[in-house]
T-cell receptor, first 113, second 109 residues
Framework: DAMVIQNPRYQVTQFGKPVTLSCSQTLNHNVMYWYQQKSSQAPKLLFHYYDKDFNNEADTPDNFQSRRPNTSFCFLDIRSPGLGDAAMYLC????????????FGPGTRLTVT | QKEVEQNSGPLSVPEGAIASLNCTYSDRGSQSFFWYRQYSGKSPELIMFIYSNGDKEDGRFTAQLNKASQYVSLLIRDSQPSDSATYLCAVSGDYKLSFGAGTTVTVRA
């Protein structure tokens, strides 16, 4: 089945220790998104790729970076995680033909100790 | 940033009843409207989308859109315990979605 896959599902990192979260998709969608969601809050868009074009949200901290080496894969790098970065990180994809319909991966739960 | 407002709930309904969820949005240029269901600890799942004024039905779900009032709603008929979840309203005018914080629904058996 076509899907969005995120690894790992659970990640524990230490304060200040860089961490990378990964997302892959078999939907062949050209748009990929990263969201941060904290408990009882709306998902917050960090950035998205339209094909290879990177689009950063104005309020996304510099501590968050992303890479998209090919259509199928996208990575979220947190350079120096703080306690406030503990959250669920959601990857989503959409097709430019139906760009408003986004499909989410299962998420990665990040804990910072 | 588009603002999307939802009643946080919790909304408690008996099994078999209709659950009614409401959402308002601030950007009149918004074109597409979505309802996502999110179970606790899981990721959002797209359950309905609507682009035009009026009603759209899919099984037990009906989405209603009124662009003049900047209002979108979701009705869940014959509510089941498996419908217990948080329902996120999302609004789009481009490639980005703006989400509400969600309404938590609990269906009592």
């Amino acid at each position: 089945d076509a899907m969005v896959i995120q690894n790992p599902r659970y990640q524990v990192t230490q304060f200040g220790k860089p961490v990378t979260l990964s997302c892959s998709q078999t939907l062949n969608h050209n748009v990929m998104y990263w969201y941060q969601q904290k408990s009882s809050q709306a998902p917050k868009l960090l950035f998205h790729y339209y094909d290879k074009d990177f689009n950063n949200e104005a309020d996304t901290p510099d501590n968050f970076q992303s890479r998209r080496p090919n259509t199928s894969f996208c990575f979220l790098d947190i350079r120096s995680p703080g306690l406030g970065d503990a959250a669920m990180y959601l990857c989503a994809t959409s097709s430019s033909g139906r760009a408003h319909e986004q499909y989410f991966g299962p998420g990665t739960r990040l804990t910072v100790t | 940033q588009k603002e999307v407002e939802q009643n946080s709930g919790p909304l408690s309904v008996p099994e078999g009843a209709i659950a009614s969820l409401n959402c308002t949005y601030s950007d009149r240029g918004s074109q597409s409207f979505f309802w996502y269901r999110q179970y606790s600890g899981k990721s959002p799942e797209l359950i309905m989308f609507i682009y035009s004024n009026g009603d759209k039905e899919d099984g037990r779900f009906t989405a209603q859109l009124n662009k003049a009032s900047q209002y979108v709603s979701l009705l869940i008929r014959d509510s089941q315990p498996s419908d217990s979840a948080t329902y996120l309203c999302a609004v789009s005018g481009d490639y980005k979605l703006s989400f509400g914080a969600g309404t938590t629904v609990t269906v009592r058996a």
